[in-house]
């Protein structure tokens, strides 16, 4: 089956006793040429209520307009059955037949998925292709079935899990593999006790209680409960216990925001500026950098090459890289959830030769490392892409001039890192002056590396010999955090202060919002703690909103940020009139904004790329499942906030990645988001 076949694959779920397990395979129209005998689908899959209606037009497709209602009118069909007159999964009660139907459906064999009848004449359903992509999803999916993610997605399987099938840092003895569980975790809590260099006296001490309380703990032979373990694990700052546990958020819709909310430091500067700290042999002090699952991936992958990170405040992370980076540790589970081919220009400083798994992030389509092989291939570096890794080879490394060859961030990222230790003046040509680029060129230059041009697309880089000194810097203000509470503002027509605002990198979407009919005022600028970013405090005002004459695309800075893009599609539900969305960067980004039509918002998707977003509708509260992808994520929970009613927001992992306390930040505005844990 061809890629263009294939729009996404998305997961959905079906609760019982905690278990959840409806697959959803989401396949462009196109791929239905494909597709022979379509036997009638549940329409609780295809639209998130439970009439169980049949479908039973020729190629499965209602005579509805099918765009109009959901990506995922494009299902090709777990629950079918000949006769389907009975939905395993009601989303309105909860009532599940999950044993009878959902678990014997997805015991596939190897010629596809299999009714649950034995007796039952089964269909010719797919051809070859089709099966082949089926048995593929399954075996990638299966384990991030509503919440419970792939090992690469859903960051459960972090330093010190030990009852989850992830890498775990600290492996546990041969000899206690019959041991009780209780022992173990006694194990992994003395083994990281010892590691923070606390002792039991001190240990007791932060936890409140005795210090032969913590010695049992440790020999597990003290019960702990849930709210134990996470005390433990706040005091010795890792997760002590991972049971796959899924996060939800139930959502109360329709409610006014109120009040006043800062930004938190940005999340693709610190991440950036973790991979920047490996540049200095001596100790990086960062400050504002939020405690989000991607900075937490990010600190994961530096600490198994050896490095040494704590965090020494509230927002404050101390890096000390090893004398030597240890390439053969690499975590592969933790690099498959970021995007590790960011770290290649500080590493080629490190060694001449070394792999990389290959990366992760959100699942939008396909991502390309051209901008960085290219550039990086001028200062002398060799990149060779493996089936599940990248070879990278340094040779003798010499300063260069070049065109960088698109306008990436990242890509632009990892070439200053590259010529920022190579002795020489290095000329960057079409580098992006985003918010990221230009906070990883401010703590360049505290390590004495001489920048010209930041701000501007040419950079003139002075690199040096060595860097071996402590530094200390502080991130910038996060404008696409900002990006969120202006669209939850809007859609809520509320009215809410901002604090601590980039103004610079959102003038554009500023812009379009006050074209759109946004009120708001803009205080007196000040800086930001680096002492270069400016910021503002910016209210926004309840306002009727209209849609745009023109469409809304994204486009490198100071173009309209790639990443704020999705968040106009949640306004666009509000605004009268039609708002075209061409979101023409990734593949299959714009599906995911079919997903508001399960709160009663109109997307039509005109293509992978297009979306006609028809306003302003009523929204009314539903179940969704968090795409993998962070900002369609976003926008999804936005869209509950002004939605009537109480809506789910299953498995909010990737909202974790990027936003920091997001539902208590959002509850102190007036929201009501209850924070769901479940295992």
Same mark, same amino acid.
């Given at each position: ?105 997805v015991r596939n064999s190897e010629d596809g998925v299999r009714p649950p009848a034995e007796d039952e004449e089964r269909k010719p359903l797919f051809s070859y292709e089709i099966k082949s992509f089926w048995q593929l999803l399954l075996r990638i999916h299966f384990y991030q079935i ?148 991607? &900075?937490?991936?990010?600190?994961? /992958?530096? @600490?198994? %090459? =050896? ?5 020494? $405040? +509230?927002? *404050? ?119 990221? &680029?230009?906070?990883?060129?401010? /703590?360049? @230059?505290? %390590? =004495? ?5 930041? $701000? +501007?697309? *040419? ?127 990734? @593949? ?92």
């Amino acid at each position: 089956m061809s890629k263009d076949a294939v729009a996404i694959s998305e997961v959905a779920f079906c609760r019982r006793q905690g278990l959840e397990c409806i697959i959803q395979i989401i396949v462009h129209l196109d791929a239905f040429k494909h597709v022979h005998n379509l036997p009638p689908v549940c329409s609780n899959v295809l639209y998130g209520g439970c009439s169980c209606r049949t479908r039973n037009s020729r190629h499965g497709l209602n005579t509805r307009e099918p765009l109009r209602h959901t990506a995922l009118d494009y299902v090709v069909p777990v629950f079918s059955r000949a006769n389907a007159n009975h939905c395993p999964h009601d989303l309105k009660t909860g009532n599940t037949d999950l044993e009878n139907n959902a678990v014997k459906t997805v015991r596939n064999s190897e010629d596809g998925v299999r009714p649950p009848a034995e007796d039952e004449e089964r269909k010719p359903l797919f051809s070859y292709e089709i099966k082949s992509f089926w048995q593929l999803l399954l075996r990638i999916h299966f384990y991030q079935i509503a919440g419970r993610g792939t090992e690469a997605e859903r960051g459960q399987g972090s330093k010190g899990d030990i009852l989850s099938n992830g890498h775990s840092t600290y492996d546990i003895p041969v000899a206690m593999a019959r041991t009780s569980e209780q022992e173990k975790i006694g194990f992994l809590i003395k083994k990281l006790r010892e590691e923070k260099g606390m002792t039991q006296k001190a240990f007791a001490k932060e936890l409140g209680t005795s210090q032969s309380a913590v010695a049992r703990i440790e020999n597990g032979h003290q019960n702990l409960t849930l709210n134990e373990l996470g005390k433990i694990s706040k005091v010795l700052e890792r997760k002590i216990l991972g049971l796959n546990e899924s996060i939800d958020f139930r959502v109360t819709g329709g409610r006014k925001l109120r009040g006043s909310i800062t930004m938190n430091g940005s999340k693709n500067g610190a991440v950036n500026m973790i991979c920047a700290s490996l540049l200095n042999r001596g100790k990086t002090i960062l400050h504002d950098i939020p405690r989000i699952e991607e &900075v937490y991936r990010y600190i994961e /992958l530096v @600490e198994s %090459m =050896g490095a040494s990170v704590r965090w020494t $405040g +509230t927002d *404050t992370i101390e890096i000390q890289p090893p004398k030597e980076l240890n390439f053969s540790n690499i975590n592969g589970d933790v690099a498959a959830r970021t995007r590790s081919f960011t770290f290649i220009g500080a590493l080629i400083h490190w060694g001449k030769s070394f792999r990389l798994p290959h990366s992760g992030g959100c699942k939008m389509g396909e991502r390309t490392i051209s901008a960085h092989r290219h550039g990086l291939e001028k200062f002398g570096v060799r990149i060779k892409t493996r089936e599940s890794h990248y070879e990278i080879t340094a040779g003798k490394l010499r300063p260069a001039e070049f065109v960088l060859y698109e306008s990436s961030d990242t890509g632009a990222i990892n070439v200053l890192l590259a010529a920022a230790k190579i002795p020489g003046v290095s000329i960057i040509k079409f580098a992006p002056p985003n918010y990221q &680029v230009q906070d990883v060129c401010f /703590l360049l @230059e505290k %390590m =004495g590396v001489r920048i010209e041009g930041i $701000g +501007t697309t *040419t950079l003139t880089v002075h690199g040096v010999a060595e860097i071996d000194q402590t530094i200390e810097h502080y991130n910038s203000e996060d404008p696409i955090e900002a990006m969120f509470f202006i669209a939850a503002a809007a859609v809520t027509e509320s009215k809410v202060c901002i604090k601590r605002v980039s103004v610079n990198f959102l003038l554009l979407e500023l812009e379009k919002l006050r074209i759109m009919g946004l009120g708001f005022e803009m205080g007196d600028k000040y800086l930001s703690r680096n002492g270069r970013t400016e910021l503002v405090d910016l209210t926004i005002l309840p306002s009727k909103l209209r849609a745009p004459s023109d469409k809304l695309h994204a486009q490198p800075f100071p173009g309209l940020n790639i990443d704020n893009l999705p968040f106009f599609a949640v306004i666009a539900t509000q605004a009268e009139g039609q708002t075209l969305i061409h979101d023409w960067v990734y @593949e299959n980004r714009a599906i995911y904004f079919t997903e508001l039509n399960r709160l009663g918002a109109k997307v039509t998707l005109l293509d992978p790329h297009r979306a006609l977003i028809e306003g302003p509708s009523r929204l009314k509260g539903a179940q969704i499942v968090c795409p993998p992808a962070l900002r369609p994520s976003a926008v999804i929970l936005i869209a509950m906030l002004a939605a009537e009613g109480v809506s789910t927001l299953r498995n909010v992992y990737s909202i974790r990645r990027g936003y920091a306390e997001i539902a208590e930040r959002l509850n102190k505005l007036g929201a009501k988001v209850e924070v769901i844990r479940s295992m």
